[in-house]
């Protein structure tokens, strides 16, 4: 449901998996509630429920790098859905380079999905990279749910872009987002013309 493939990449960035144990954090935004939990084997494991569109119990599971493959196989078929015909360079640094942090997104224990969130300066301003959904996936809050949950986990400033002619990611977008949230056309010098939200998940 992203724009384009990762297009603006200049910063330096990736994942260190953290293990131990965090704190419970509860936000509600929207009708869906989601919470920071434990951490899982591999990872920072979250959980976001909708207790009025789904029962299906959704995760967001950092990946190591022995899963890389799957995930290429994922994001490639995503970018072909979008009419990009090109590799993406990117995804090794995820597992090479702090600030990148590669997740699956679960539907009741089954990969429903996948987020790239990456850090662009120190605020920090992180920007959804690249976020996709299984087609036998969507319609079913999945989507909503996982991207409130990267942002409950990620606490600050965000940017999401998305490619002018993706209508539907747009409108994606715009229910997940603070209501209110401004989508600006922006088009860059070395960046393509992309429509763009900027604004912030910390809880008050």
């Known amino acids: 449901m992203k724009s384009k493939a990762d297009s603006c990449e200049s910063f330096p960035a990736s994942i260190a998996l953290r293990f131990g144990v965090l704190q419970t954090r509860i936000v509600q935004c929207s009708g869906l509630i989601a919470s920071v939990e434990s951490t899982s084997r591999f990872g920072l494991c979250l959980r976001a429920y909708n207790p009025t569109t789904t029962a299906m119990k959704i995760e967001i599971e950092a990946i190591p790098g022995s899963s890389q493959h799957e995930l290429k196989t994922m994001l490639s078929d995503y970018l072909i859905e979008l009419g990009v015909d090109a590799e993406y360079p990117y995804l090794p640094l995820y597992w090479a380079e702090p600030g990148r942090f590669p997740y699956f997104i679960l539907a009741d224990g089954q990969v429903a999905g996948f987020a790239l969130v990456r850090t662009l300066d120190e605020s920090p301003l992180f920007e959804m990279a690249e976020f996709g959904v299984s087609k036998s996936h969507r319609g079913l809050a999945v989507g909503k749910a996982a991207a409130l949950a990267l942002f409950a986990e990620h606490q600050g400033h965000w940017r ?26 922006s088009e860059e010098p070395d960046q393509d013309p992309c429509m763009l939200m900027l604004f912030s998940s910390v809880q008050a």
């Open 160 to 185: 999401v872009t998305v490619m002018p002619d993706n209508l539907a990611g747009l409108r994606f977008w715009r229910s997940v987002v603070p209501s209110g949230t401004p989508v600006v056309f």
